[in-house]
Structures are given as C-alpha cells and as structure tokens.
C-alpha cells in the first residue's frame, strides 16, 4: 500500500510564497507521473499541477506561472512551490498518482488571507 505524507503549508498573505512537500512510498516512484490537487471548502477536489516522466510538467490554467511543480526521485518526494499566492489558492492540498488511485493523505492547509 502506497502512504502519502504531504506538508508545508500555513497561513501567508496574499502576494506570499509556500513550498508544499509530498513524501510517496511507492515503490516505483521515479516512473510514476504525480499530482498535486486541491480541495476548497465546499467545492470538489481539482487537480493543479502533474510531474511525468522526463520531467514533463502540466499546471492547471489558475496556477501557470505561478506554481512549480518539481520532484527528487531519490527523496521520493514532490514539491509545489508557490508563488504570489491569491485568496483563492486557500485549500487543502493533496498529492496523488495521476489516476488518483492511491489512498488519500491528510493533506496540508493553505490559507491566502491578510
């Protein structure tokens, strides 16, 4: 059974920068595409941002620019680094394959507010 162990987020105001982490202990880690999601209150949980193979990245339209996606295969770790972070960008974030078949972690809460 893969465990997900996400971290790093808090409160920051907007215009702030957080560094999330994502421990995975798949045991094919480095050629599995990750995915950060988010879950708002009250809305359903959408996807962010995608690290595949090759270090090929996708980033939801809402966080382009703003977001990086990035991985360390030796760590078996992802990361999303966030940067100029919007009120909007306030939710639980999630990590998880691709086709989201792995058990959910906790998360971590990220909250934009002045």
């Known amino acids: 059974q893969v465990h997900l162990v996400e971290s790093g987020g808090g409160l920051v105001q907007p215009g702030g920068s957080l560094r999330l982490s994502c421990t995975v202990s798949?045991?094919?880690?480095?050629?599995?595409?990750i995915a950060w999601y988010r879950q708002a209150p009250g809305n359903q949980r959408e996807w962010v941002a995608t690290?595949?193979?090759?270090?090929?990245?996708n980033y939801a339209d809402s966080v382009k620019g703003r977001f990086t996606i990035s991985r360390d295969n030796a760590k078996k770790t992802v990361y999303l680094q966030m940067n100029d972070l919007k009120p909007d960008d306030t939710a639980v974030y999630y990590c998880?394959?691709?086709?989201?078949?792995?058990?959910w972690g906790r998360g971590t809460q990220v909250t934009v507010s002045a």
């Open positions: 798949a045991t094919f880690f480095s050629v599995q595409a």
């Open positions: 998880n394959d691709q086709y989201q078949r792995w058990t």
């Open positions: 690290t595949s193979l090759g270090d090929t990245t």
